[in-house]
């Protein structure tokens, strides 16, 4: 039967980092209490009129650059964005446009951060089934349309007034979740192959009974108009997060998924290269390689550097070890994620 292959990779991230002594400027914090929380150091945030698709065209062209490919080569593509450039349509088609492929099917999915494990489950039916053979995933992000601030001049350092009270507590009412989002988006390009490779176990799950750990209150169609006069002055585009559950959820799900796969392979973490996990939180990376016993040296990370790109962390960082020569054809790699929704899982790849 036949597998995919990964061919070609990339990543685009917009602007100079911010620091987060940046943050500091709008809000009530400091790298300390950040890192100490996080692991976060700095992140990037897109500028006014860039969105998701115009990041995931950077990336991709530097994926099809890297595979020495040209967009034509594509037949597929997967868009993974829960910062889409428009309520709808989704972003995949004006990826494809960007990209001069019209035309070529573009999907969007949306399993937030856990995006990269749900692609690789259609990309792999994409190639079993022969609809596909050259197949674009996408992960990207523009978190800065939510973040609780007004002051991005202050942020910037392009300005050094002072912040009113008002400005500086309706930042501060989110700082929790503000300062873990960056900007962003990783392109991977995968291959239809014969030789032994591709997806080789899989473990995901969704639970809507949860989806209120982590969801913004605002902009729904459960009301009419979907978006209500109030809604900016409450700060309802922001999302409301309950960190402490989703800590206690993402260390104890992850590492059950990842056990019980291991299991129905009859592996242990051993014969398992290198643990590829979003980049969501360092503790909890952290927790989750400590209880499966994998040396740090196999479970790389990118946090400190870009923050929680969302559906961009595994993408980004499959990137950046594929340029490093830390990814080989023939290893076994296992992907964990966990994303509002909730959806979480693993997923076994033999690249």
């Excluded at 070609?8 to 809000?27: K, Q």
């Excluded at 605002?218 to 209500?228: E, L």
């Excluded at 643990?275 to 790389?300: C, G, S, T, W």
């Excluded at 499959?318 to 054809?329: F, P, Q, W």
Aim: aromatic share 8%; charged share 25%.
């Amino acid at each position: 039967m036949p597998g995919f292959e990964l061919i070609g990779s990339g990543h685009y991230v917009p602007g100079p980092p911010i620091t987060n002594a940046a943050l500091a400027r709008v809000m009530d914090t400091s790298d300390e209490w950040i890192y100490q929380r996080s692991g976060i150091r700095q992140r990037h945030f897109a500028p006014e009129g860039v969105g998701a698709s115009d990041m995931g065209v950077e990336a991709a062209k530097r994926a099809l650059e890297n595979a020495n490919l040209e967009a034509k080569d594509v037949d597929y593509i997967v868009f993974a964005t829960m910062t889409p450039d428009y309520i709808f349509p989704g972003s995949a088609a004006l990826l494809g446009a960007k990209l001069g492929i019209p035309g070529v099917p573009a999907l969007d999915i949306r399993q937030q951060c856990a995006a990269m494990l749900f692609g690789l489950q259609i990309i792999d039916g994409l190639v079993q089934s022969g609809a596909a053979k050259t197949i674009l995933f996408v992960g990207a992000e523009a978190h800065a349309g939510f973040m609780p601030w007004t002051a991005w001049d202050v942020l910037m350092g392009e300005s050094d007034r002072e912040l009113t009270q008002e400005e500086r507590d309706k930042a501060n009412e989110h700082r929790a979740l503000a300062v873990l989002f960056g900007d962003g988006a990783g392109a991977l390009i995968f291959r239809a192959t014969e030789r032994d490779a591709g997806l080789r176990g899989m473990k995901l799950y969704s639970d809507g009974r949860f989806a209120e750990l982590l969801y913004v209150p605002g902009g729904g169609f459960r009301t009419r108009p979907y978006w209500k006069e109030h809604h900016y002055g409450e700060q309802a585009y922001v999302p409301r997060m309950d960190g402490r559950e989703l800590f206690r959820f993402a260390v104890t799900k992850l590492p059950r998924a990842a056990k019980d796969l291991l299991k129905e392979k009859d592996l242990t973490g051993d014969g398992v290269d290198v643990f590829i996990a979003h980049q969501a939180n360092l503790r909890i990376n952290e927790y989750i390689r400590d209880h499966l016993k994998v040396p740090r040296e196999k479970m790389p990370m990118n946090i400190d550097r870009f923050g929680n790109t969302s559906a961009g962390t595994i993408p980004i960082l499959v990137d950046e070890l594929h340029r490093a020569g830390t990814l080989k054809k023939g290893q076994l790699n296992m992907m964990l994620a966990l994303g509002a929704g909730v959806h979480w899982g693993c997923a076994l790849v033999r690249w």
